[in-house]
């Protein structure tokens, strides 16, 4: 495991091959087990039962890239080459055999971790956690390809803010007002004006969804933030979001912004997140 850290915030991260997490659905570069600010955990185990086979087996920002289906299989950006046997029938919640895994480096200085997978003949693929001040750091995506590559992503940024309940005290903002369309109609969450309010504690069982939160008026800027009784983390990226979903349950309120990337023989895509914590 690789740690970085200031005087008030600690970054835990896996590498990529150590069997925390192996699924087939996020991102194995860049994998949290937790983040302390001022020593109180704001991301981590937020699951109930831990299995590193286990699709959200994630914490903090975990990332997924959407399939890109090739003749040879399905390739997801930062696992590697995929069997799934009905292109047709893609679950990204199901477990697949992993027949490429590529090739894993690691770099650790004092005040970042860079990952680099490279899955020969299709893509190279690095990702870079720096510390940016006392408070902040930085996720920053280089993809350069041999073929061509498009498609989405997001990071489902599963922050606990130290307290494991969702509830009033759990509040959201952008710097627009939003609209969307929940999956059903709740009692206990709604927009407002500038965000997302929950009216009660969610409990154990209960789930809440929408999935395409935007600003009606015009583009929306990659910007939110999520509190809880004191604590802030806003999210921003130098990247277009073209929308945002909302999934929480009684332990956790998640934020996924999409974004859109593209790479090409001679043109590589890069793109960076920024968090800033208060």
């Given amino acids: 495991m690789y740690r970085i850290s200031t005087s008030s ?9 150590d069997g925390f997490y192996l699924g087939t659905r996020f991102d194995r570069s860049g994998v949290f087990d937790s983040i302390l600010l001022d020593s109180a955990e704001i991301a981590g185990r937020w699951f109930e039962r831990y299995d590193p086979y286990m699709h959200d087996a994630v914490c903090g920002p975990s990332e997924e890239f959407f399939p890109v289906f090739l003749d040879r299989g399905v390739v997801k950006i930062g696992i590697g080459l995929l069997h799934v046997p009905d292109v047709s029938e893609y679950d990204r919640f199901k477990l697949y055999d992993v027949v490429d895994s590529g090739e894993w480096n690691c770099f650790h200085d004092e005040g970042s971790v860079t990952f680099r997978h490279v899955l020969k003949g299709v893509y190279e693929y690095e990702k870079v956690i720096a510390l940016t001040g006392e408070k902040s750091f930085e996720i920053r995506h280089t993809l350069r390809s041999d073929i061509e590559l498009s498609g989405e992503m997001y990071n489902h940024n599963f ?10 005290s759990r509040e959201i903002d952008f710097p627009f007002k939003p609209d ?9 969450v709604g927009f407002t004006g500038s965000g997302i309010r929950f009216t009660r504690p969610l409990v154990k069982g209960e ?26 983390v806003r999210i921003r990226s130098d990247v277009r979001c073209t929308h945002t979903v909302l999934w929480a349950n009684h332990r956790i309120a998640c934020l996924e912004p999409y974004n859109d990337f593209a790479s090409a023989p001679g043109k590589e895509c890069t793109w960076t997140v920024r968090y800033d914590f208060q």
């Avoid at 970054?11 to 091959?17: G, N, S, T, V, Y």
Wanted: hydrophobic share 40%; glycine share 12%; charged share 20%.
């Fill in 207 to 232: 789930s809440v969804f929408t999935g395409n939160i935007h600003e009606s008026a015009a583009g929306m800027p990659y910007d939110m933030t999520i509190r809880e009784e004191g604590v802030s």
């Fill in 9 to 17: 915030i600690a970054l835990f991260l896996h590498d990529p091959e």
């Fill in 159 to 168: 922050f606990t803010l130290g307290k494991m309940e969702v509830g009033p």
């Fill in 180 to 188: 969307g369309t929940w999956r059903a109609v709740y009692s206990s």
